[in-house]
């Protein structure tokens, strides 16, 4: 498939410069390019559970809203 695309005329530079040293067209350079970041994109690692410290307390304060990012400010700067 045919398409046009914009590129960084630097970007296009290295990349023609890297097709003619590796002995490639521009386009394989660019499809394989193209294909390593997707691909990157899908990749999912596990991670481990995330566990939290907690400390005795009250806990959280009569009409605190965590959600309301603009109070809870207010409350911390009071």
Same mark, same amino acid.
């Given at each position: 498939?045919?398409?046009?695309?914009? %590129? #960084?005329?630097? %970007?296009?530079?290295?990349? +023609?410069?890297?097709?003619?040293?590796?002995? &490639?067209?521009?386009?394989?350079?660019?499809?394989?390019? $193209? &294909?390593?970041? $997707?691909? &990157? &994109?899908?990749?999912?690692?596990?991670? +481990?559970?995330?566990?939290? +410290?907690?400390?005795?307390?009250?806990?959280?304060?009569?009409?605190? #809203?965590? #959600? #309301?990012?603009?109070?809870? %400010?207010?409350?911390?700067?009071?």
């Amino acid at each position: 498939m045919r398409t046009t695309v914009r %590129l #960084d005329e630097h %970007l296009l530079a290295q990349a +023609k410069r890297h097709a003619a040293e590796s002995g &490639r067209t521009l386009t394989a350079v660019l499809e394989e390019a $193209l &294909r390593e970041s $997707l691909a &990157r &994109r899908n990749v999912r690692t596990k991670s +481990k559970p995330v566990r939290l +410290k907690t400390v005795s307390g009250g806990g959280i304060r009569a009409r605190v #809203d965590l #959600d #309301d990012s603009a109070s809870l %400010l207010d409350l911390m700067e009071s």
